[in-house]
C-alpha cells in the first residue's frame, strides 16, 4: 500500500506516521509537508522520528512539500509523478485553533485545503481510501449530557462553541460531495490528551488546559459532566485498526465512551501529585464572568466570588498579577465550554469492527503518568493561541 498522508508534523499525523512506517504491508509514504526546501522537510520529518527515538527509514518516507494555503496545491499534487499510484490519502492537517482571531485561516486550512486535495485524490485511478481525520466535537454545542451517535452529524443546523468544529463538520460534508462512500473512511477522535504509555506526550495541546486547570485550582465548571478523552496511542491503533480492517460503516467515533472521565476523577489525579497546592474548588460556570472582571479590578463589593477570596489571594501571588490570569481566562474560555457539555461519544461502531482493542485506559487513570510531563509545561505560553 501507498499512501499519502497530510499533518505529519502534528499530533495525531506524526502518531500515524511513525506506526505505518513500521508495518510491512505500507510500501511508501508520501508527507505533505510546509518547508523551505526539501532539506528543510526531511529535517522536520526526523523531528517527528526523534520525539520517541523512533527509526526514520528515508527510502519508505517521502516529503512532499506543501501548502494547504497554496492556490495551486491541487495542479502541484497532480502534476507529481511519484503520486500516481496513491492508494490511501490520509488527511490529517488541519488548523486546530480555537482562538477567534485565527477563524479565518481555520476556515482556509480545513475547508478550502481540504478541498484541494480531495480535487486531485479523486483523480487517482488507484485511490482506495479517503481516510479524513475528523472529530466527534463537529456535533456542536447543543447536545448536553448524553451519548452522541454517529449518524447524528453533519448537521448543518447545530451551534458550535469554535469555528475549528464548523469547519470540520464542513470538511465531512465536502469528501461526501467528491467521493463515493466506499472509498470513505472518517475516523473522529474525541478529545486527544497525552498518552497511555509512560513517554513524553508528543504534543502539549490538551495537557496545557489540564496543567492551567491543575495551577488555578478554583474552577467554574460543573466537576460532575463527563468529559470524553482518548490517549494519542490509543487513537493511532484504533484508526490503523480499522484502515486495515474490514469496516461496516464509513464513519467513526474513536472515543472514550463508557471509559469517560469527569472533571472531578482529574482532579483526583491531579491532587494526588501536586499535593502542595490548594485543593480543587468547583464552582458555577457562571462564576466565569464574576473572575473575569476580578481580572480586571471591575467586580463591585461584596461580590459572590470573594467568598473564595484564599484563591483569589493564592492567584495574585502565584501569577504575579492579574494580567496573567486574564490570558489565562480567556484561553480556557472555549476549554470550559467544551467541559460543560457532557458529551459522550458512543464508540460501539469502533468495538463491533476492531474488538480487539476494547475500552481506552479512562483519562484520570493513563494521565497520571504524564504528571511529571504536566509539571514543566508553560501554562502562560500556551494560553496565547489555545
Ligand atoms: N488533538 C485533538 O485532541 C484532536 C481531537 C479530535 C480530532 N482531531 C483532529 O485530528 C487532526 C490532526 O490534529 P492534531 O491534533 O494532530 O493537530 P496539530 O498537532 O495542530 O497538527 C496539525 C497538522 O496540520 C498541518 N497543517 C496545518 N496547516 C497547514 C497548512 N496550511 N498546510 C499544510 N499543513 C498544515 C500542521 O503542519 P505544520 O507543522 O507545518 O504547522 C500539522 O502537521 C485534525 O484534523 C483534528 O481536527 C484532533
Redesign the pocket.
Known sequence: MNIFL????????GELLVRLSKREDVKKIYC???AQSHQDAVARLHKVFDVHEDHYDAKKIIPVV????DDHLTEQLVENKHLHDIHTVIH?????SFSRVNDTLVEK?NVG?LEKVLLWAKTLPTLQTFLY????TICGKDIRDRIVQEVESPNTKVNHVVKYTYT?MRGEMLIHKHLPDEKVFIAR?????GDSRAIMPR?P??LWAMATINHLRLMPVNEFSKLDIVPMDYTAKAIIGLLFAKRKYHTYHISAGKASTTANQLAKTLSDYFDDLPPFKFVEKSMLKHIKLWTKNKLHEGDELYQYQDYLDYWEEVFEGKSNLRILFTGLDPYLEFMELGQVFDNSRLLEDLPEIGNSEPAHEYIAKSMHYVEKLDILEGAIDP
Do not use: D, E, H
Not at 6 to 13: D, K
Open positions: 497530510t499533518g505529519c508534523t502534528g499530533l495525531v499525523g505533505l509537508i510546509r506543501g501548502n494547504l494555503f490529517s492537517a488541519a488548523n486546530t486550512a485545503g481525520i475528523g472529530t466527534a470540520k477522535p474525541s478529545i486527544i490528551m504534543s495541546v490538551i
